[in-house]
């Protein structure tokens, strides 16, 4: 009973602080050019029905195949019409469950490696902290269109949280669940390739199923979750290959892809670590210095080559190196298609890991009398910090010129952040022509 208590206490104030520091987006309008196309083109803001609700299945909006956000939207349409309170209100609503499903899902997984339950409560409630009032996350709560990010990380989450169940309980009802939430995050978002790599990385080393050598069951559990990945991505791929914006993708470029990939990595890391020059969009180029390409494959490398001598040591520390490198795969620039780019919305559940890394470590040491307070003063002037900047960060986001003019501003010479600018005020323009304010709208092209 008095674990309990504490477990609900701790969630309690997680959650608190959590909507405390993201209220903000509820005081947002739409973002005139941010949210053009999920918002004011989309077919399926009309009233909910059986007919729109088919429609969604068949559909396909900015080369994404996604009828479970759409429809969601067309809720949103249903309550609240063009009122932007209400869809923010569902980001945010969303947002909270994911910070809650974060701590259930690492305090399970935590219990059945064999922690104590102090160390597992506070090292869980710590990393859904981080998760929930980090800056990183603006982007997908105070952003309309991020609505499929969201819903994605909600079925990632329950995934897992129901595949730990299975492996604990031996009841099938949690594993056919987490196969069918497995079908709807493939219908929210193609990025679910990274998904059974991730429930291997789990069965080896948090539910110890390698040390029982029951490699046969342990593989042909996957295989529904591969098939669902599989076709998910091959949808993706057709759409791509349909409106042609698939790169071939030569042994040049791929050979390119992969030497730049642990500068992704890097770049991940410390704006993780350092959440400074925030914008919605970060050119691709940032990844392609030499200087730092060589850095970030020296400390990529390092780190890999600890979690295989380390791996019976500190496995919950080498286990979250690797699910950082799995997770992000998807979204790392390995197959570019389009102008591909670096955002905030990508490490969503990428950064998880590191949260728990840095948790786990703040937890360990506060054991230490010596480093107790010096920990956690930095860990509260590190969280006040995030809060901070959570705040000063989220009103930007329905502002179509200020918030491009704020990528702008960080990155003048990167040809991608450019190109937005120009398709703002030209967005921007043609709503002032709209209003009749052609003078104003006039204004709008010469800056352009």
Known sequence: MKRSKTKVIILLVLIAVTALTQYKCLLLDFNLFWDKIYIFENPFLNPISLQLIGKAFTTVIEADYSPIPQISYSLDYTFWNYNAFGYRFTNYLIFLINTALVFFLLERLMDQAGYRFCQRIYVAGLTALFFGVHPLKVEVVAWGTAREHLIYASFYLLILLLYVNWRRYHSRGYYLLAVLCAVG???????????????????????????????????????????????TLAKAYQIRCQIQILHPVGITSLFRNVVEFPAVLTFYIYKTIFPLHLAPIYPLELTGDTRLIIFSCVTIASLLVFS?????????????????????????????????????????????????????????????????????????????????????????????????????????????????????????????IKEGEIDRALEYVQQA
Request: no cysteine; proline share 5%.
């Open 185 to 231: 995050m493939g219908l929210s978002k193609a990025n679910s390739v990274s998904l059974p790599l991730v429930l291997v990385l789990l069965d080896y080393f948090s539910l110890s199923r390698f040390k029982k050598k029951n490699w046969k069951n342990m593989v042909v559990d996957k295989i529904p979750f591969i098939v669902i990945a599989g076709l």
């Open 308 to 432: 295989i001598v380390k791996r019976n040591k500190y496995p919950a520390i080498v286990a979250g190196i690797l699910l950082f490198i799995v997770i992000l795969l998807p979204q790392g620039g390995l197959l570019r298609s389009g102008a591909t780019i670096l955002a905030d919305r990508y490490v969503q559940l990428a950064n998880l890991p590191l949260f728990f890394g840095f948790a786990y470590v703040i937890v360990t040491v506060f054991q230490l009398p010596l480093f107790r307070w010096p920990v956690a003063l930095l860990t509260a002037g590190w969280i006040v910090f995030l809060i901070w900047r959570t705040l000063d960060y989220t009103p930007l986001w329905d502002k179509a010129i200020g918030l491009s003019r704020h990528a702008y501003d960080q990155y003048p010479q990167a040809k991608i952040i450019r190109l937005f600018m120009l398709r703002t005020y030209n967005n921007v323009a043609v709503n002032q």
